[in-house]
Every structure is written in C-alpha cells, then in structure tokens.
C-alpha cells in the first residue's frame, strides 16, 4: 500500500483498523471432504487475499472419490443465512455452486436480485450422481433463475454442453462461443469453458494439453493452454470459480482476472494432495508449501480409462504427472 494510499484510508493514524478485505459471499453445499462446497470456497477466496461468507445450501455425504447422498436445506433456511449476513457485511462479489434442490434455487435467484450490480460467478458442476427426478427441475430453475444474474458462468466442457446445448447432434463439440451464445439467451454475459481436449502434436508421446476459454457471445476473449495431468481430482471447478469471484471482489478486470485465476488452479492441482483412498484435492496453499526434494516424484490418479474423472462438486483434469504428493 502506498503513503497516499494509506493516507486515504486513513490506516495511518493511530488506532486506525486495517481495511477489510473484499468480502464474497459463496453459495454452495456442504463437503465434508473438505476438497469442494463451501470448504474449498473458503480456502481460495482466503488463499486469493478475500474473505468468504460461506452459506450453506445442502449437505452433501461424499468422500474424495464419490457422492454417497445428499440433503438440501430448506430454502427458508439458506435465505436467513444469507440475509442475517448481508445486513451486516457489505459484499464485492458473490460466488454460486452447488444449490441443493429448485427450491432453493428460487431463493437465491430473489436474494441476488436485490443486489444486482454485483458480479456473480455461478460454477456449474456435473450432477451425474443426482437422481433424475431431483436433476431436472434443479436445472431447469437454474437455466431461468441463476443464468439471467451470471456475470461468468464456469463450467467443463461436456458438462457445459448437456447444459446449454442438451440437442447438440454434430460430430463437432461446440465452441466456447457457441457455448457462450446459448448462455447469453438466458442472459449471461460471458462463459468460462474448462477441459476443452487438444490434439496433441509431435507423436504419441508429446504433451497433452487442455484449453480454457473466456468467451462471449461474440467469440472468444481470452484463454490459458495447460499441460494435462495423469491425476484425477475433487474440487477443481469450485476452486477456479471462488478465485475468479474473488479476484473480481478485489476490483480485478476480466481478462487479467480469468488469467491469474487459472494459473492459481493449475497451481494448485500441480501442488494437490491426497487425503485418503479417492481423488487428489487441490492444495490452495501452495505458495506456502516448502520447495519439492529433488527427484521427488507425483502419484498418478486417473480414471480407470486413463480419461480425468469429474464428480458432483469438482471436475476432473488429467495429464502429464506433476508434484502431487
């Protein structure tokens, strides 16, 4: 902070309190994991600098490899928590992932409302493990009620395309701007698609790589190229979504603030850990950990295909091995 900085705030007079950090609220389901849900929103909107106000909209039974069951909140419930705090703290930024059930979704959408001049991300995970019966109509309020609110909806690729492009029958996968145009429909401004494949080149044993597009309706913004990884992991997607919130809190444009949130991720994954028997979590505390040993070796994870594993609350990325440990 400079001297006209600190003069402004008014941090250099005796007894003055340091400024708060931006603070963003985060939407999301408990796991107990504690790789995604509003843990790993907690951990990277702290590992970013911010402070995250954590409202819990369902809990989730998972362990780090699967979703076992699940049990929403009532959504009388998510609005008080939500509501209580937003009466006291002022917010920079809001954060959505996983909402619990389409009741919920609604109670949110009219929470948001009320405040729509600030950014929200929505992360968008795959809900494979959720019973068809509950899936459809959470998906459906989520399309009309969440979408018109987004500033950037982030999501995988294919978990992107079931959503916004359900007909989608050419042998092409479609384009982040094509994935960004069908969001716009419902009122969402730009579109951060993860996983896209490339081919490798170079023969079979080059580096593969994984494109992340910022989009809009009107073509692609901006995008960071990484090298995959052999390891499957839990709670990718909410991590990059709560950085870019909080990012976005701490006054970050766009552009920079999509690059430096996928760097934080990719870091992250390159520094994961393994808690027990499942998936690598991500560490959001790398920049904390003491250098690797050298000729120190990363553990493996992919599925049993050799493809990344997504789950309910993260997705998966998969490639070249790096310190896991």
Known sequence: MSSETAAATGHDEPGAEPPAPACVMCFNASDPSGAGGVAGDIATVAAMGAHALPVVTSIVMRDTADVFEHEPLDAETVVQQARTVLEDITIAAWKVGFLGSADAVSAVAEVLSDYSEIPLVTYLPGLAWLDEDQAQPYLDAFRELILPATEVLVGNHKTLQDFLLPEWDSERPPSARELAAAAAEHGTRYVLVTGIALAAKGGKDAPQFIDNVLASASGAIAGEK???????????????????????????????????????????????????????????????????????????????????VADGLGDGKAGAPRRVH
């Open 226 to 308: 990484f090298e995959r990884f052999e390891a499957a992991f839990v709670g990718a997607g909410d991590t990059l979504a709560a950085a870019l919130a909080a990012l976005l809190a701490s006054g970050s444009e766009l552009q920079p603030a999509v690059s430096e949130a996928l760097g934080f991720l990719d870091q992250s994954l390159d520094a994961g850990f393994r808690p027990g028997m499942g998936h690598v979590v991500p560490d959001r505390f790398f920049w904390a950990l003491p250098p690797p040993e050298e000729g120190q070796e990363t553990a493996d994870g992919a599925g049993e295909d050799g493809s990344p």
